[in-house]
């Protein structure tokens, strides 16, 4: 969904100059790599730091060692 409406073709749609978007695509194989660890897909997102995806993914109750 966010792919037709980020490209802002419709008048209805109003998107803030300053906001940020971002999406995970749910096609299989689209954008992640199988023998990348859940912290290297991150890496690869642009997280610069461990302890940066720690904090983020904490926000989502994800904590401890399932992100070993």
Known sequence: ML???FPNNR???AINADV???YLSQL???T????????NEFIDAG???????????ANYSFEG????
């Open 65 to 68: 060692e399932i992100l070993e």
């Open 32 to 39: 992640l790599t199988d023998s990348n660890t859940i912290l």
């Open 3 to 5: 792919r037709n409406i």
């Open 47 to 57: 997280f610069k730091t461990y302890d940066g995806i720690r904090a983020h993914m």
């Open 20 to 22: 940020k978007v971002t």
């Open 11 to 13: 008048d209805s749609i």
């Open 28 to 30: 299989q194989g689209e």
